[in-house]
């Protein structure tokens, strides 16, 4: 059974830059077709998607994050990381990695998630 688990401090500052690792335990990161997103939900609202990386290391984003968000992989320790930079107390959330593939049919795509790591919360105030 694959399992994802997300780490990274509880809290951060404003201004600061988060920073979450994913690691990614019983499937290697670059098998072919599967993609890990970064998702979050913060206090009283919807899971918001944030970005994904494939197995390639492509990598794409939220318009709405683009500008403050990075992701990266790192095959030999099979981690998945994040990087969100000039927080807020908005970004305050609990921060999810997934699994999943994503499919593309009739103009639309499809995201199957398949695994999902337990969350961490992550805090942004001064």
């Known amino acids: 059974q694959v399992q994802l688990r997300e780490s990274g401090p509880g809290a951060v500052k404003p201004s600061q830059t988060l920073s979450l690792t994913c690691t990614v335990a019983?499937?290697?990161?670059?098998?072919?077709?599967?993609?890990y997103s970064w998702i979050r939900q913060p206090p009283g609202k919807t899971l918001e998607w944030m970005g994904a990386?494939?197995?390639?290391?492509?990598?794409f984003y939220s318009p709405s994050l683009k500008s403050r968000t990075s992701i990266f992989m790192d095959a030999p320790s099979n981690t998945i990381s994040l990087h969100l930079t000039s927080v807020t107390p908005e970004d305050t959330a609990v921060y999810y990695c997934?699994?999943?593939?994503?499919?593309?049919?009739?103009?639309?795509?499809?995201?199957?998630?398949?695994?999902w790591g337990q969350g961490t919360q992550v805090a942004v105030s001064s």
């Open positions: 019983r499937v290697s990161i670059t098998t072919y077709d599967y993609y």
């Open positions: 997934a699994r999943h593939t994503w499919s593309y049919s009739n103009g639309y795509y499809s995201t199957h998630y398949e695994d």
């Open positions: 990386i494939a197995w390639t290391g492509d990598t």
